[in-house]
């Protein structure tokens, strides 16, 4: 909050001492409760680890709205309150009819919000719920699904360390290339950190599509989406030049795999059957149809599999089977490890290896038949758990488009919201599509939109199961 009132302070938007104030309360409540609590165990249990995640991601989203209640941009509690949970969980669904009238230090706060909240989940991943044996992130701790924390470094801090770094590296690297591609600085910064937490807030109104006639930006912003959806501890290996690591990883070849195999899908029908410069937000295209089709779907595809939720065209008017294609999309989610939301890749491929193993275990009832990633036997234990993790996911998504209809929302916007808050999307469909935002949204279904981001973001189990009555009763 402190760096964004000194953003507020270069650019002169008259809001400096109000996000400084809200900056003071948060250190000051923050320090508070620091000192009341010196003489707490140091050592945490599981149970306390699930309460810590939960309820920390809950107390920043709180203290979060302050910069948009003081300064008067989200006057709204509830309003301010889902607009700093979409940002830390890095949805990028928002609230705000005109971005562009945002004063600059609230709406870098915006992007901040993001930035943590992608780096924040990287760390949770990789350093902190596999202690906990939690979600499907047990797939870092076990030694044959792939990377571990203890790969990078024995010590979590360590890790944790090496990951932010190789984030913030990215950052910097994007907001350079897009400020030579033609970005202004500020602009550059905000969908660097938008980018690189898969989150998608935009300083225009129109998103990424403002810039539709300077495809260069858009594929920086593409390439740099790519890398935010695949998993961080393959770009540390990268660095560290064990490319090997990376080429004969399953997950990521899928992932490469999923988004060549869409994007060709998507190009060729928006190509033959739509026009692009209909449904694009801002500027025709240009550099030819060809050219302009497969910008749009690699974009396209690459956004919502990435749950980034950046837009550069309404593919909802390109044709009914790619709208049916990109609300498909929104359940495949990123890679392990990465910033996207979504079911995740790894989860995927090991439901598909499974499925295929049971016509094999059907013709040979006696045979052992192990699940394998990366060459290696996965134990039944992690199999189980995806196959409960994606049964929950499914559930969640019907509860929660069941209660959005409640609030007299629409059948395709009500599956869309589920789909979109639970896969930390950002865009859905129907009312709430890309060229439009959630302040339509009654306040009680901005709450449950924001619960169902929050339970995607932290991996289903780690939230609810503070809900179950086993949780609370005595050891």
Do not use: C
């Amino acid at each position: 909050m402190l760096l964004s009132a000194l953003v507020s302070f270069l650019y002169h938007d008259g809001v400096t001492l109000l996000i400084t104030a809200a900056g003071l309360i948060t250190l000051s409540i923050g320090g508070l409760v620091m000192l009341l609590t010196r003489s707490h165990r140091k050592e945490m249990n599981k149970r306390e680890g699930y309460i810590v995640v939960t309820f920390g991601w809950i107390i920043m989203s709180l203290s979060g709205t302050l910069p948009y209640v003081l300064t008067g941009s989200i006057p709204n509690f509830i309003n301010a309150f889902f607009e700093t949970m979409s940002g830390y969980t890095t949805t990028g669904a928002s609230i705000l009819n005109d971005i562009e009238i945002i004063p600059k230090g609230v709406l870098f706060w915006r992007s901040t919000t993001h930035w943590i909240g992608g780096m924040g989940i990287i760390v949770l991943a990789i350093a902190i719920l596999p202690l906990l044996g939690i979600g499907g992130m047990q797939l870092f701790a076990a030694e044959a699904p792939g990377p571990s924390a203890d790969k990078l470094h024995p010590r979590i801090t360590d890790t944790a360390k090496r990951l932010w770094l190789i984030y913030f590296g990215y950052t910097i690297a994007e907001t350079l290339l897009l400020k030579l591609a033609g970005m202004s600085l500020f602009d550059a910064m905000n969908h660097s950190m938008a980018t690189l937490s898969t989150g998608g807030f935009s300083t225009k109104n129109a998103s990424v599509a403002y810039w539709n006639g300077q495809p260069i930006i858009q594929y920086i912003i593409i390439l740099f989406m790519f890398l935010a959806g695949s998993n961080f501890v393959l770009s540390y290996f990268a660095f560290k030049g064990r490319i090997q690591k990376i080429i004969k990883d399953e997950e990521f070849k899928l992932y490469f795999k999923f988004v060549a195999i869409f994007t060709i899908i998507a190009a060729l029908i928006i190509y033959f059957k739509a026009d692009a410069s209909v449904s694009s937000i801002a500027h025709p295209m240009v550099w030819g149809e060809g050219e302009s089709a497969f910008r749009h779907a690699l974009f396209q595809v690459l956004t919502v599999i990435t749950t980034t939720g950046f837009v550069t065209a309404d593919y909802t008017l390109w044709t009914p089977f790619l709208m049916v294609f990109f609300f498909g999309l929104m359940f495949l989610g990123g890679s392990a490890g990465s910033t996207s939301g979504g079911v995740k890749v790894v989860r995927h491929l090991i439901l598909i290896k499974n499925g295929f193993l049971e016509f094999k275990r059907t013709l040979h009832p006696n045979a052992i038949l192990p699940v394998r990633y990366n060459t290696k036997a996965i134990s039944g234990q992690i199999v189980f758990n995806v196959l409960g993790f994606f049964i929950l996911y499914m559930l969640s998504f019907i509860i929660g488009a069941l209660v959005f209809s409640m609030f007299g929302i629409d059948f395709d916007s009500a599956i869309g919201l589920s789909a979109s808050s639970l896969g930390n999307v950002g865009p859905a469909l129907g009312d709430f599509g890309p060229v439009n935002n959630y302040a339509a949204l009654p306040p009680l279904a901005q709450l449950w939109s924001s619960f169902l981001m929050l339970i995607g973001r932290l991996e289903l189990f780690t939230v609810l199961i503070l809900l179950s009555p086993f949780f609370w009763r005595n050891r």
